[in-house]
């Protein structure tokens, strides 16, 4: 009794704890026993080749689908709860907003059903910070993926999540907005998972790595511990490579 | 290699779909002839002027070729020259287009039966209206809204002229002015075709193609939500729009539309039906002979598609223009889905009440089966309203992949086949047993969404399935 309110108490401190959840489709096991855990205000990427089960861990994460076994616990509540949802800012790969709200009405409708307090500041903020201010009153299907994109990553955080689970946040973004979203990153007091391909990412984003393959764990890691893997006469590259294909 | 393009462009527009769309409306243009239909002055041919008008109209005003996204990418930037490209596009539209229409205008060859050279003019004539809409439609797109419309009023006008009396109008041939009216017809046709030809036959092939056009366009007036109770967000908004969204999808076109339209414009349109309804009814079916059935085909043929026409249409697109991610991150499932289920009925409910008057007063005035339908407008079309927005988690879905929008469950063959399938079964109940049936309907369709509107765990497992799916 005394292990499971140790252990619920851990949960608790932990954004994310995650064990030994299977998730399959058919015959193929796209999550395979996989623990993670999260300690608050860590900043983690998930790396994986393509189809290793980065997406299906996240969208397990966010709630949106249902483990066929394991636990996990946002804060030690269920993905899918209320209260788990209140601390989540979560954002997949290729996200749409609402194509018939304008970018503005789009802001202004999540960051009212997410109860966001000081709602109009926060919309300017990020019409501002994105350079989204001129095309406000557009419908998003107008706007290039780029824009898009820029909404999507202003609607998955505009309550000033705790935890931000992002799947490949910079996709279609440009340069100078890259590197204003990573300033905003810096400074947001919050906790990161954030799957991508791109290591400059990752290494600029986050502190620690979790790579999976074919829905495995096969390492995790400090990204310092991944620069003194690679030795002198490899890539930080290669040894990712190697890791996916868990050949450490 | 014309043949090879034109091959690909066929299997390309024909799926499996659009076969049996073909076939349903087919059917239910031989059956809809079988009653009443026999006469030239009548509705039979009133049926086919709506077609004609319709294919026109549309054609015109949409404008252009439909394209998929892989005939833009790969095969327009194939170097293959415009004499291939051009008649490949023209015939695999003609064929996917006009075999809708012919399907759609065969009961006009029952009428035409009688009179072996009306019949052959009769069907040089439907040859003739179903390869002009394409034409036109090449011819006008690129063209300005404005230009699109005004030709669209001059169609409108030719093929009305035909019931005042003008020789050339493309239904003249069935009262009497055979020559004059086929002869123009035929003519028209030629010419559209041979400059519809021309036009793509030149470097801007790619932009008379539907799906190369692209609009940027601004809300004029925004919706505001800030100090709101979450719920009440989500239920105004879904209360004060009405969500369409759509692609092209029976031919392969890829465009996308999204479109909002305010509750009080649905209103309009369905108070302007209220009042056509009602004088049909007083003008036309009140003097009917032929007893109960035949009132009730009449006056359930627009009613019915009308009340299907709110239901569907209303609560169709409503999970289309999203994905699932921004409404089910941050709301509980069937929090979300209660509101938003409650929020499209009272729309279909609202957008009822003309109608509901208008069978209201002419229930006074003593017309049958409108108590009825005040009971299909105030309750079951609300109610199909929820039951067909429930039903978007537990329908095979589809996504357009290109534009990452998560479109509406049901499509259009879906949304004609449904009033369809309802109409036969109220056929089977006949004038009577109508009436007696529909409070065993009503309550069914009230137990159905009770089921679906109380049961958290529905809507979980639909969430789960619509991500597992793909679309989160």
């Not at chain 1, 109009?120 to 780029?146: A, M, Y």
């Not at chain 1, 890691?221 to 450490?248: A, C, D, H, Q, Y």
């Not at chain 2, 050279?117 to 439907?126: K, N, P």
């Not at chain 2, 050339?168 to 009216?181: C, D, I, K, N």
Request: hydrophobic share 50%.
């Amino acid at each position: 009794m005394l292990q499971e309110d140790q252990k619920d108490t851990e949960d608790r401190q932990n954004a994310l704890s995650m064990e030994s959840v299977v998730k399959t489709f058919g015959k193929v096991r796209a999550v395979d026993g996989v623990d993670i855990h999260i300690k608050d205000g860590e900043r983690v990427a998930l790396l994986g080749e393509n189809g290793a089960g980065k997406s299906t861990t996240i969208r397990i994460i966010s709630g949106l689908m249902r483990p066929d076994s394991g636990m996990v616990r946002i804060y030690g509540f269920r993905p899918s709860s209320v209260d788990a949802k209140r601390y989540i800012g979560y954002l997949p790969e290729d996200a749409s907003p609402y194509l018939n709200l304008s970018i503005r009405e789009n802001l202004d409708y999540i960051g009212t059903i997410r109860k966001t307090e000081n709602l109009q500041e926060k919309i300017e903020f990020f019409l501002d910070l994105l350079g989204l201010k001129s095309v406000e009153k557009q419908k998003p299907l107008t706007l290039s993926r780029g824009n898009r994109q820029k909404l999507c990553l202003a609607l998955s955080i505009i309550h000033g999540p705790r935890f931000a689970i992002m799947d490949e946040p910079l996709n279609y973004l440009d340069i100078p907005t890259q590197e204003k979203v990573f300033q905003y990153f810096e400074k947001m007091n919050a906790t990161f998972l954030i799957s991508t391909h791109i290591l400059s990412i990752a290494r600029r984003l986050t502190e620690k790595v979790i790579i999976l393959s074919s829905g495995k764990k096969v390492w995790e890691g400090k990204i310092t511990e991944l620069e003194e893997l690679k030795g002198e006469t490899k890539s930080i590259e290669t040894i990712v490579s190697e890791l996916m294909r868990n050949v450490p | 290699m014309f043949l090879k393009v034109l091959k690909l462009l066929i299997k390309s527009r024909f799926s499996r779909n659009y076969l049996i769309l073909i076939f349903f409306i087919f059917i239910y243009s031989i059956f809809t002839v079988n009653f009443g239909l026999n006469d030239t002055t009548s509705f039979g041919s009133y049926y086919l002027a709506f077609f004609f008008l319709l294919f026109l109209i549309s054609a015109i005003y949409a404008g252009g070729i439909s394209t998929t996204a892989a005939d833009r990418d790969f095969l327009l930037t194939s170097p293959l020259e415009n004499r291939v490209l051009v008649p490949a596009f023209f015939i695999s539209q003609a064929l996917a287009s006009s075999l809708i229409f012919i399907s759609a205008a065969s009961a006009a060859f029952i009428i035409l039966k009688t009179n072996s050279i009306s019949l052959l003019v009769g069907i040089v004539d439907i040859a003739c209206m179903a390869i002009l809409p394409i034409s036109m439609s090449l011819n006008m797109a690129g063209l300005p809204r404005t230009a699109r419309i005004g030709a669209s009023g001059v169609a409108g006008l030719w093929v009305v002229s035909s019931y005042l009396g003008f020789p050339y109008g493309p239904m003249a041939f069935l009262s009497g002015h055979l020559l004059q009216s086929s002869l123009f017809l035929i003519m028209v046709t030629i010419v559209a075709t041979l400059v519809s030809f021309r036009s793509i036959s030149q470097e801007s092939l790619p932009f008379r193609l539907s799906a190369m056009s692209t609009k940027s366009k601004s809300f004029k007036d925004l919706f505001k939500f800030s100090n709101k109770a979450p719920s009440m967000a989500v239920f105004e908004l879904h209360f004060k729009q009405v969500d369409f969204s759509s692609r092209t999808a029976s031919m392969g076109n890829i465009r996308v539309r999204v479109n909002r339209v305010s509750i009080f414009t649905i209103a309009l349109l369905t108070s302007f039906f209220a009042f056509a309804f009602t004088i049909f009814q007083l003008v036309y079916v009140r003097h009917l002979t032929g007893g109960y059935a035949i009132t009730l085909l009449y006056v359930l043929f627009p009613e019915v598609y009308i009340a299907w026409g709110i239901a569907l249409g209303l609560s169709t697109g409503t999970l289309s223009k999203e994905r699932a991610w921004l409404a089910f991150i941050s709301f509980p499932v069937e929090t979300y889905m209660q509101i938003t289920a409650s929020a499209k009925m009272f729309q279909a409910f609202i957008v009822s009440l003309p109608i509901i008057i208008a069978n209201i007063i002419l229930a006074i005035m003593g017309v049958p089966f409108t108590w009825e339908f005040i009971l299909i407008f105030a309750i079951l079309v609300p109610v199909y309203s929820g039951i067909n927005f429930s039903l978007s988690f537990y329908r095979k879905t589809f996504q357009i992949t290109q534009e990452d929008v998560l479109p509406s469950t049901y499509n259009l063959t879906q949304f004609i086949l449904l009033p369809v399938s309802f109409i036969m079964l109220i056929l089977l109940f006949f004038s009577v047993f109508f009436t007696l049936s529909l409070p065993f309907v009503i309550a069914g369709a009230v137990m159905f969404l009770g089921i679906f509107l109380l049961r958290k765990e529905h809507w979980k497992k639909g969430l789960y399935k619509m991500v597992e799916n793909g679309y989160v």
